[in-house]
């Protein structure tokens, strides 16, 4: 007769042990910060140090103005896709070439209802709404990319990109 209160004990404890597992999921589906901290993708890091050519031959000093080491990430960017920051491009020119098909002056807010009906058509099983399991992922995932047929297709098209990944089984 004291195996089965041993046995109910056992599992309760059981129980109670697979409560505090956590999660597999990408922890990205909270990108607001949760603590008085800082918040890590607010801050830029200084561009590296560098030795001068010639210590004698060094600039004055800019009080409160810019400095070599200040990070630049829109003129960085431009730099990486080849352009040379300060060259007169502004955002109008990228602006008026991605309307140039026409505009909807109110694409966010039909956005965000289209993509509101989606996710109720999409808001998961009924245990699943009960207990608030996250059914993001299996919701969008008609919609995800797949990168490695994508890659394989570029490469098959003969366009070499040397800095992706090999995938990992």
């Known amino acids: ?11 309760a404890l059981m129980l109670a042990l697979s409560a505090c597992g956590g999660s597999d999921e990408p922890q990205l589906m909270n990108l607001r910060s949760s603590g008085n901290g800082p ?10 140090l560098q030795m001068p050519p010639s210590l004698s031959a060094l600039p004055p000093p800019t009080p409160g103005g810019s400095n070599l080491t200040d ?23 990228l ?10 002056a109110d694409i ?11 996710r109720r058509k999409h808001d998961g099983r009924l245990l699943e709404r009960l207990f608030d399991v996250n059914v993001y992922f299996r919701a969008y995932e008609p919609m995800s990319l797949d990168q490695h047929a ?20």
Not at 72 to 92: F, K, Y
Not at 111 to 118: F, G, I, M, S, T
Not at 150 to 169: D, I, Q
């Open 71 to 93: 990070p630049t990430p829109e003129a960085d960017a431009i730099t990486a896709l080849g352009g040379r920051p300060g060259a007169g491009v502004s955002d109008a020119a």
């Open 95 to 104: 602006v008026a070439y991605a309307a140039r098909n026409g505009v909807a």
């Open 150 to 169: 994508e890659l394989a297709r570029w490469r098959r098209l003969g366009v070499a990109n040397p800095s992706a990944p090999p995938k990992s089984e």
């Open 108 to 118: 966010r807010q039909v956005l965000a209802a289209e993509d509101l009906e989606y």
């Open 1 to 11: 007769m004291q195996a089965v209160p041993k046995a109910c004990v056992a599992m």
């Open 39 to 48: 918040d890590e993708f607010a801050i830029l890091p200084p561009k590296a």
